[in-house]
């Protein structure tokens, strides 16, 4: 029962997730690398991580517990009181920013041009409309999470993926893609799309209405949180989504298309990460907690075997993973942002862009293998404070490196690897030297590194890395050839790591 709900889980993430990647395609063979592009992107994404930034990670972190120590009854009472602040706070943010659209346009697009400042303006108001049923399918969605209820849980992003794919393609049939009136079209297919994940959700909890339908008296209430446990728990969750919305913003202050261009750029980098590096966290999580709360049952127990051999696991395949990424986005970069987004309207100077943002990026890969795994141990002990400091280190760094003005998609891809090196070291740090010699295999991480780094050094002697991106009618013999070798790079810095000792072959059986 359970192999088959995990593996159900992972199968619907990863559709989740690829279908993600299939609106950013549908977006650029819509729209391209133009200032629509860049209000675009602003309204399908401003709900959704206003959400995420300020309640969704916080639900899961507060609620679960929370839930963990009450009766059917009083599950369903706390997530009706947290429901209805939700959609108070929600109405009373999605009014402001409707009368400060103007200039809340202007700050998250900064580089788009006169013509185009309504169409930013209208792209927050609709936003804005969509944010109380963004905010509320937060809440069901942790709902659903403690449940186990898998379909329901992950396949609800598919609802709107599958929506707004299809708003993305009717509109770029029609061949105009800088077209004004785009604005209001998606505005009411976003509006639809999560309307519709909200209906999804709420009929996968239909059971549970029928659960506990005994009234609760006050008394048997238990108490929410306070304000203190919120705090932590929202930046916790909320700080990783801000540092890549920042570059986002940032990077738009070069001109028009600029934010797209750095967005897709950044999905090269997010895709491996989220698919391999954060789901092997994920993975990893459970043994770990468990592990962790065996040493607290058995005090007397001070080898720490059973902990030692889940994080290294996990870190040696999180961390083999991110360097065969990185070898593949160094090699293949140009081939895979021309596959991805060189459809349709976009411009192949962008595509240029795209690619060697992307290959920059790359090399944030491997620091971010290490923060995942280590905010996995943080949380599984209860440190969760250092995490929030590693992120916040990083923002700081981030938004140094853009007020002094270094705002070109280059130097932000280098600030956000460096921000994130950053949080690496903060949080490996904050559990101690001790633990740093029992949980990191210096000789299993050392091979697939150096291998990368050979990898790289070839790509560019060969000139194997100096493909120039094209649009996808435009691809040859060339790019294919690029993609073998793309593949084979990160084939190689595996198999490495499989040889190099029997750490990854360990995590990959466990």
Request: aromatic residues 8%; glycine residues 10%.
């Amino acid at each position: 029962m359970f192999l088959k709900a995990g593996l159900l889980s992972l199968m619907l993430l990863l559709a989740s997730r690829v279908l993600g990647v299939l609106r950013e395609t549908a977006l650029a063979a819509a729209f391209g690398s133009s200032g629509m592009a860049d209000v675009v992107i602003v309204m399908l994404t401003l709900p959704d991580w206003l959400a995420g930034v300020l309640v969704s990670g916080a639900l899961a972190y507060v609620l679960l517990p929370q839930w963990a120590k009450e009766s059917a009854a009083q599950q369903n009472a706390t997530q009706n009181r947290v429901a209805r602040r939700l959609l108070w706070a929600s109405i009373l943010l999605a009014g402001v920013m409707v009368v400060s659209q103007a200039p809340l346009g202007a700050l998250l697009v900064p580089g788009v041009s006169a013509s185009l400042q309504e169409a930013a303006s209208q792209a927050v108001a609709w936003s804005a409309l969509a944010l109380p049923a963004a905010m509320l399918a937060g809440l069901w969605a942790t709902r659903l999470q403690h449940e186990r209820d898998f379909v329901g849980l992950y396949s609800a992003n598919l609802v709107v993926n599958g929506v707004l794919i299809a708003a993305l393609l009717f509109w770029g049939a029609r061949g105009a893609a800088t077209g004004l009136a785009a604005g209001p079209t998606l505005g009411v297919f976003l509006l639809a799309a999560v309307c519709m994940r909200l209906f999804w959700q709420g009929w996968r909890l239909r059971p549970l209405r029928h659960h506990g339908q005994l009234p609760v008296s006050s008394a048997a209430l238990v108490p929410l949180p306070g304000w203190r446990v919120w705090m932590w728990a929202a930046l916790g969750a909320g700080l990783p989504l801000t540092l890549p919305f920042v570059a986002r913003t940032f990077a738009s202050g070069a001109g028009e298309g600029a934010l797209a261009t750095f967005n897709y750029a950044w999905k090269l980098v997010e895709l491996p990460l989220v698919l391999a590096i954060q789901l092997v966290a994920s993975l990893a999580f459970p043994a770990i907690a468990r592990a962790h709360a065996a040493q607290v049952g058995a005090p007397g127990n001070n080898d720490m075997d059973e902990m030692t051999t889940a994080v290294r696991n996990a870190l040696v395949l999180a961390w083999t993973l991110a360097c065969a990424a990185a070898a593949a986005l160094l090699v293949g970069a140009p081939v895979i942002a021309s596959l991805l987004f060189g459809w349709g309207h976009m411009q192949a100077s962008a595509l240029v862009q795209i690619a060697a943002w992307g290959s920059v990026g790359a090399w944030g890969l491997l620091p971010q293998a290490l923060l995942a795994v280590a905010l996995t141990v943080l949380a599984s002990v209860g440190r969760m404070r250092f995490a929030v400091l590693a992120y916040a280190l990083a923002l700081v760094l981030l938004l140094v490196v853009g007020a002094v003005g270094l705002t070109a998609g280059h130097s932000l891809m280098w600030a956000l690897n460096a921000g994130f090196l950053t949080a690496a070291l903060v949080a490996w740090g904050a559990l101690g030297m001790p633990a740093l010699r029992r949980w990191v295999p210096v000789r299993a991480l050392l091979t697939p590194l150096l291998v990368l780094v050979v990898v790289a050094v070839l790509g560019q002697w060969l000139g194997i890395a100096d493909g120039a991106a094209t649009p996808v009618q435009a691809l040859g013999r060339d790019q294919v050839w690029a993609l073998v070798w793309c593949a084979l790079s990160a084939l190689a810095v595996i198999v490495s790591g499989c040889l190099s000792g029997p750490g990854l072959r360990h995590a990959l059986r466990s």
